[in-house]
């Protein structure tokens, strides 16, 4: 089989497993997993918000969670400015997009090198996080909404259906949308970098010099790519903010960003299939090591297999260790060699009787 028609039919195995996911599993299983699995979907997004930005566009930025809590922060405050969610889901996705589009241009245009983007995106990052965790008091205000400080917001008012105030999203509706949200991310980036602004920002990616040469302007390209993460990962936030009906300076932190980047490490950069499926392996996996705690014993070996933090630490680091490129790569690596050793014994197999 080609590699073209293995392309195609991941993808439409990735899209009848999607689909089949989406409308089964509310039949299936409890509310509290629903709300669980509703929130797996909305950080998958914001992965891939991540892997179009640093695993297509090679730009390593450790802001991804600024322009996911300007997101989430804009609806909440937003929301409890209009009342009705369409408008303020417009200016979740626009604000973290301008504010990436005006940061990416005087990084990108500076002509600031790529250790120094890291840096950057991660110090606006806690810049965001202490000035928003600075506003507890009750002159902190935008409207009707208050910041809340490290108390953050909380009651923020669910989704309706667009233009219609009376229709709220309910859980049901949360995990629809969060997922129908997810897969039409994931087909509409594989589309994007199928085109030929895809295949400039990854021969871009491979090597700038070399595409300037060619009369493209990486600048603008960087700039583009930087700024459609940033609104993939304000809709994530949006989605966020709705799903908890809460919203704290958290979502700016350090382990917040850190927590995006493993993500896409441990998924695999350069394919959008693994950040999702890294997402949501990390995520569940935490989920299991936080509610199967160990109670009682105050020997070493209790308090540490207690610390799932400590735990999921370890497993991560061996797993970067053990698996470099990431578990999707290395499933393809490990598959095309099954293929090709198969191939060898087939022409190995004919060779005899061709001789005959």
Same mark, same amino acid.
């Given at each position: 089989?080609?590699?073209?028609?293995?392309?195609?039919?991941?993808?439409?195995?990735?899209?009848?497993?999607?689909?089949?996911?989406?409308?089964?599993?509310?039949?299936?299983?409890?509310?509290?997993?629903?709300?669980?699995?509703?929130?797996?979907?909305?950080?998958?997004?914001?992965?891939?918000?991540?892997?179009?930005?640093?695993?297509?566009?090679?730009?390593?930025?450790?802001?991804?969670?600024?322009?996911?809590?300007?997101?989430?922060?804009?609806?909440?405050?937003?929301?409890?400015?209009?009342?009705?969610?369409?408008?303020?889901?417009?200016?979740?996705?626009?604000?973290?997009?301008?504010?990436?589009?005006?940061?990416?241009?005087?990084?990108?245009?500076?002509?600031?090198?790529?250790?120094?983007?890291?840096?950057?995106?991660?110090?606006?990052?806690?810049?965001?996080?202490?000035?928003?965790?600075?506003?507890?008091?009750?002159?902190?205000?935008?409207?009707?909404?208050?910041?809340?400080?490290?108390?953050?917001?909380?009651?923020?008012?669910?989704?309706?259906?667009?233009?219609?105030?009376?229709?709220?999203?309910?859980?049901?509706?949360?995990?629809?949308?969060?997922?129908?949200?997810?897969?039409?991310?994931?087909?509409?980036?594989?589309?994007?970098?199928?085109?030929?602004?895809?295949?400039?920002?990854?021969?871009?990616?491979?090597?700038?010099?070399?595409?300037?040469?060619?009369?493209?302007?990486?600048?603008?390209?960087?700039?583009?790519?930087?700024?459609?993460?940033?609104?993939? /990962?304000?809709?994530?936030?949006? %989605?966020?903010?709705?799903?908890? @009906? =809460? *919203?704290?300076?958290?979502?700016? !932190? #350090?382990?917040?960003?850190?927590?995006?980047?493993?993500?896409?490490?441990?998924?695999?950069?350069?394919?959008?299939?693994?950040?999702?499926?890294?997402?949501?392996?990390?995520?569940?996996?935490?989920?299991?090591?936080?509610?199967?705690?160990?109670?009682?014993?105050?020997?070493?070996?209790?308090?540490?297999? /207690?610390?799932?933090?400590?735990? %999921?630490?370890?497993?991560?680091? @061996? =797993? *970067?260790?053990?698996?470099?490129? !990431? #578990?999707?790569?290395?499933?393809?690596?490990?598959?095309?060699?099954?293929?090709?050793?198969?191939?060898?014994?087939?022409?190995?197999?004919?060779?005899?009787?061709?001789?005959?």
């Amino acid at each position: 089989m080609s590699g073209r028609n293995l392309n195609l039919l991941g993808l439409v195995l990735v899209g009848v497993v999607g689909l089949i996911f989406m409308f089964f599993t509310p039949h299936f299983a409890d509310l509290d997993t629903v709300l669980e699995l509703t929130v797996y979907m909305i950080m998958a997004i914001l992965a891939l918000s991540l892997a179009l930005v640093w695993g297509y566009g090679g730009i390593l930025c450790f802001g991804q969670s600024a322009f996911f809590g300007l997101g989430a922060y804009t609806y909440a405050i937003a929301m409890f400015n209009m009342g009705e969610s369409t408008l303020p889901v417009v200016l979740a996705v626009i604000l973290p997009a301008a504010f990436a589009a005006l940061l990416g241009y005087f990084m990108f245009y500076g002509r600031i090198s790529d250790v120094y983007l890291g840096v950057i995106t991660l110090t606006v990052t806690l810049i965001l996080f202490n000035s928003v965790n600075s506003t507890a008091g009750p002159e902190f205000h935008i409207g009707a909404a208050r910041l809340g400080g490290f108390n953050g917001i909380p009651g923020i008012p669910p989704l309706n259906w667009p233009f219609n105030k009376g229709a709220a999203v309910d859980l049901e509706g949360m995990f629809y949308l969060s997922t129908g949200s997810l897969l039409l991310t994931y087909f509409g980036l594989r589309l994007l970098l199928a085109s030929q602004f895809g295949r400039i920002i990854v021969g871009i990616r491979e090597n700038e010099r070399r595409a300037e040469l060619l009369g493209y302007d990486p600048r603008a390209y960087k700039l583009a790519t930087f700024t459609i993460g940033g609104a993939l /990962a304000g809709f994530a936030g949006c %989605l966020f903010a709705n799903w908890g @009906a =809460f *919203v704290s300076p958290t979502i700016f !932190g #350090l382990a917040q960003s850190a927590q995006i980047i493993i993500w896409v490490i441990v998924g695999g950069r350069g394919t959008l299939i693994g950040p999702v499926i890294g997402c949501i392996g990390i995520q569940w996996l935490s989920a299991a090591l936080g509610a199967n705690q160990p109670s009682g014993g105050s020997d070493l070996w209790s308090k540490i297999f /207690a610390n799932a933090p400590l735990i %999921l630490g370890v497993i991560l680091i @061996a =797993f *970067v260790l053990l698996v470099p490129r !990431g #578990l999707v790569p290395t499933a393809a690596d490990v598959a095309a060699f099954v293929l090709r050793g198969r191939r060898r014994r087939e022409q190995r197999g004919l060779e005899p009787q061709q001789a005959e």
